[in-house]
C-alpha cells in the first residue's frame, strides 16, 4: 500500500499514511474543506446561501477569513 499523499509505502505506526507529515497534510486538506461531497439538496444549498449572506453583512467575520 502506498501513502495517498506521497506514494511513498506506508507506515503501520501511521497507516494509511507514510508520515504524520502525509497525515497532517490529509487533515488540513479535510480541514480546509478540499474532500467536501457536493450536494444538489435545495435545502443544503439554502444554507449554505444564508450563511454566506450572513457573512457578507458582518464586516467583522469577514476580517477573519484569509481570502
Known sequence: MSCPICRKPTEAKFRPFCSK???????????GGDYAIPSTDPEDMEKAAEAFEQWLNDPEAQKDKPH
Open 21 to 31: 507529515r502525509c497525515a497532517d497534510i490529509d487533515l488540513g486538506r479535510w480541514m
